[in-house]
T-cell receptor, first 115, second 113 residues
Framework: GAGVSQSPSNKVTEKGKDVELRCDPI?????LYWYRQSLGQGLEFLIY????????KSGLPSDRFSAERTGGSVSTLTIQRTQQEDSAVYLC?????????????FGPGTRLTVL | GDSVTQMEGPVTLSEEAFLTINCTYT??????LFWYVQYPGEGLQLLLK?????DKGSNKGFEATYRKETTSFHLEKGSVQVSDSAVYFC????????????FGQGTILTVHP
């Protein structure tokens, strides 16, 4: 079956512009995570969604970052007024159910470059 | 807070050499431990895991043992192949309610024929 998909695969933008990154989780997976992979910070958690519950946004680095998940499926990560330090690979993962157990399946990522 | 420390890389080996990538962690409670692998041009994949002390995770010839006394989860393989060239990430999942993963910095492994 289809895995986690992300789009675009690559995004180049100018400093100060807004960007939207999309994640399509595996069908039927209720838990969804965003992570960021950057040279300086390694791989870090950003945000978690579970069903219709309020998301855990504790990993978002600033208020320029926001995310939503519509209909409990597709998620969009939005970065406003992008800065050069936002350049990274943004990874999405989904899991069958909420709670601590179960395997997270990762998408291929979106590589964001801010000029 | 929770953290994972991996040995610094990159690591370069010849085919059939023995591999060890060190990983130590700091966490409250009793975390689950993981190794993920990222092959060139591909997404992160779970390689192996261990959920309690003294458990050994294994897959594709790789092994790692959960050592609570040394807070370690070192990755080993007896004979590496060129196809093992990838980035390896150690990670933990603490006893939170939703399974957030905390990753190490990653170790680049290159295996030459």
């Amino acid at each position: 079956g289809a895995g986690v998909s992300q789009s675009p695969s690559n995004k180049v933008t100018e400093k100060g512009k807004d960007v939207e990154l999309r994640c399509d989780p595996i069908s039927g997976h209720t838990a969804l995570y965003w992570y960021r992979q950057s040279l300086g910070q390694g791989l870090e958690f950003l945000i978690y969604f579970q069903g219709n519950s309020a998301p855990d946004k504790s990993g978002l680095p600033s208020d320029r970052f926001s995310a939503e998940r519509t209909g409990g499926s597709v998620s969009t990560l939005t970065i406003q007024r992008t800065q050069q330090e936002d350049s990274a690979v943004y990874l999405c993962a989904s899991k069958l159910a909420g709670g601590p157990g179960g395997e997270q399946f990762f998408g291929p990522g979106t590589r964001l470059t801010v000029l | 807070g929770d953290s994972v420390t991996q040995m610094e890389g990159p690591v370069t080996l010849s085919e059939e050499a023995f591999l060890t990538i060190n990983c130590t962690y700091t966490a409250t409670g009793y975390p689950s431990l993981f190794w993920y692998v990222q092959y060139p041009g591909e997404g992160l994949q779970l390689l192996l895991k261990a959920t309690k002390a003294d458990d050994k995770g294994s897959n594709k010839g790789f092994e790692a043992t959960y050592r609570k006394e040394t807070t370690s989860f070192h990755l080993e393989k007896g004979s590496v192949q060129v196809s093992d060239s990838a980035v390896y990430f150690c990670a933990l999942r603490a006893g939170t309610s939703y399974g957030k993963l905390t990753f190490g910095q990653g170790t680049i492994l290159t295996v030459h024929p």
